[in-house]
């Protein structure tokens, strides 16, 4: 009797999650697995079928110039937007944590940039950037004097640009996990530590930050994952320019797969996205579990 409950109870969770899985196969595994085929054959046109082709799409992508440099970019655009975003997050949540005068309207002013929609964002940020009308040139030339900037147009700023829109925008959402995350903490961690006669930063070194390792796992893992996705932006900033300055990898692939057409070869970019991903997302965890067991 008691058996055939527990395999009641198997089908009936099998049951429940069966909607999902099947979302799940059909819009993550199975498309994963077409894109990874299709990166052996060749764009199929007109009358035209694909055609195995072994690995030539990988050779092209390898002795491709612009692939190299959006790859770099995009790193570079990780690099000046994780680390940034994650020290400000915290920074603001610990602010926003502890007792001060309208508490709960600066935690909405943080969190307001994540709520406004991508295309909104690069509007107000493309306003700000305009050469001569925009905000920082009225700002600029009023106190400084200074002559107009085409911070999107030139190639030594534009992917700079891109990555203050990028911080302004995700710094408050990290900043709601790790508010939450300092919210779990038990206060009699920090006070049994002052009767020690710790200081503030003995206390956030020693206590706060090793406990918020967890929350920085699963917050790293997402600003990875957003650095390398982000299209939005650029399409309202730059396009992509100029002369691919500012463009990012994913960008690539779209301008790749649906403006010229090279449907096999934007998969096998694709493959080569998937596959970093996959690499700093693993590499994270088991530098941040590391971490965690040594604390």
Same mark, same amino acid.
């Given at each position: 009797?008691?058996?055939?409950?527990?395999?009641?109870?198997?089908?009936?969770?099998?049951?429940?999650?069966?909607?999902?899985?099947?979302?799940?196969?059909?819009?993550?595994?199975?498309?994963?697995?077409?894109?990874?085929?299709?990166?052996?054959?060749?764009?199929?046109?007109?009358?035209?079928?694909?055609?195995?082709?072994?690995?030539?799409?990988?050779?092209?992508?390898?002795?491709?110039?612009?692939?190299?440099?959006?790859?770099?970019?995009?790193?570079?655009?990780?690099?000046?937007?994780?680390?940034?975003?994650?020290?400000?997050?915290?920074?603001?949540?610990?602010?926003?944590?502890?007792?001060?005068?309208?508490?709960?309207?600066?935690?909405?002013?943080?969190?307001?940039?994540?709520?406004?929609?991508? /295309?909104?964002? !690069?509007?107000? &940020?493309?306003? =700000?950037?305009?050469?001569? @009308?925009? $905000?920082?040139?009225?700002? #600029?030339? +009023?106190?400084?004097?200074?002559?107009?900037?085409?911070?999107?147009?030139?190639?030594?700023?534009?992917?700079?640009?891109?990555?203050?829109?990028?911080?302004?925008?995700?710094?408050?959402?990290?900043?709601?996990?790790?508010?939450?995350?300092?919210?779990?903490?038990?206060?009699?961690?920090?006070?049994?530590?002052? /009767?020690?006669? !710790?200081?503030? &930063?003995?206390? =956030?070194?020693?206590?706060? @930050?090793? $406990?918020?390792?967890?929350? #920085?796992? +699963?917050?790293?893992?997402?600003?990875?994952?957003?650095?390398?996705?982000?299209?939005?932006?650029?399409?309202?900033?730059?396009?992509?320019?100029?002369?691919?300055?500012?463009?990012?990898?994913?960008?690539?692939?779209?301008?790749?797969?649906?403006?010229?057409?090279?449907?096999?070869?934007?998969?096998?970019?694709?493959?080569?996205?998937?596959?970093?991903?996959?690499?700093?997302?693993?590499?994270? @965890?088991?530098?941040?579990?590391?971490?965690?067991?040594?604390?």
């Amino acid at each position: 009797m008691q058996t055939l409950r527990l395999k009641r109870d198997w089908i009936y969770g099998w049951l429940l999650l069966l909607p999902a899985l099947v979302f799940l196969f059909a819009f993550t595994h199975i498309p994963a697995v077409t894109t990874l085929l299709n990166s052996f054959f060749s764009t199929p046109r007109g009358r035209r079928p694909a055609k195995f082709i072994g690995l030539d799409n990988y050779d092209r992508m390898i002795n491709d110039a612009v692939f190299w440099k959006v790859l770099w970019n995009n790193l570079w655009f990780a690099i000046g937007t994780i680390p940034v975003s994650v020290a400000l997050a915290i920074v603001m949540a610990l602010w926003v944590n502890d007792k001060l005068a309208g508490r709960s309207f600066v935690r909405m002013a943080y969190f307001t940039p994540t709520v406004l929609p991508l /295309i909104a964002v !690069a509007n107000i &940020w493309l306003f =700000f950037y305009t050469p001569g @009308f925009g $905000l920082f040139d009225q700002i #600029t030339g +009023f106190l400084f004097g200074w002559p107009a900037s085409n911070y999107l147009g030139n190639p030594e700023t534009a992917l700079n640009a891109i990555i203050v829109v990028t911080v302004w925008k995700e710094a408050g959402f990290f900043m709601i996990f790790y508010l939450a995350a300092l919210q779990a903490i038990p206060v009699s961690l920090k006070e049994a530590a002052q /009767i020690e006669g !710790a200081g503030r &930063w003995t206390i =956030f070194w020693r206590i706060t @930050f090793p $406990l918020l390792m967890p929350t #920085t796992l +699963f917050v790293c893992v997402n600003a990875v994952i957003n650095s390398f996705r982000l299209v939005d932006h650029i399409f309202i900033l730059t396009d992509g320019g100029p002369d691919n300055a500012s463009a990012l990898l994913l960008f690539y692939i779209y301008e790749v797969a649906f403006r010229f057409w090279e449907t096999a070869y934007g998969a096998t970019l694709t493959v080569a996205l998937l596959v970093l991903l996959s690499l700093l997302a693993i590499g994270q @965890f088991f530098f941040f579990d590391r971490k965690v067991h040594y604390k």
